[in-house]
């Protein structure tokens, strides 16, 4: 089992910033990526940006240049900095360990945490 505490969401202007935090606990060896989804009103969850446990970045063409995903192995932390946000940006932020174990791949979710960018 892998447990995911996210924090770092809030309420920003449009051009501002925020930072997202990611810590996971639990069977953390078996981590093989983490990543960042988001989920709109209405619309479906979308990838944001992952990072694989060799430090392989990916980000949805929209955010790249926007958003820097990294990790902290010490800490067992991942985080987006997100810049320049704007109101399309507004979503529910998921963080996702994906875990192989048993030559299965399983997906592990947070709570989410609120973004909202206002006008």
């Known amino acids: 089992q892998v447990q995911l505490v996210e924090s770092g969401g809030g309420l920003v202007q449009a051009g501002g910033s925020l930072r997202l935090s990611c810590a996971a606990s639990?069977?953390?060896?078996?981590?093989?990526?983490m990543g960042w989804y988001r989920q709109a009103p209405g619309k479906q969850r979308e990838l944001v940006a992952a990072?694989?446990?060799?430090?392989?970045?990916n980000y949805a063409h929209s955010e790249k240049g926007r958003f820097t995903i990294s990790r902290d192995n010490a800490k067992n932390t991942v985080y987006l900095e997100m810049n320049n946000l704007k109101p399309e940006d507004t979503a529910v932020y998921y963080c996702?360990?994906?875990?192989?174990?048993?030559?299965?791949?399983?997906?592990?979710w947070g709570q989410g945490t609120q973004v909202t960018v206002s006008s």
């Open positions: 996702n360990a994906r875990v192989l174990r048993s030559q299965n791949v399983y997906d592990y």
């Open positions: 990072i694989t446990k060799a430090g392989t970045t």
């Open positions: 639990g069977s953390i060896f078996s981590i093989i990526a």
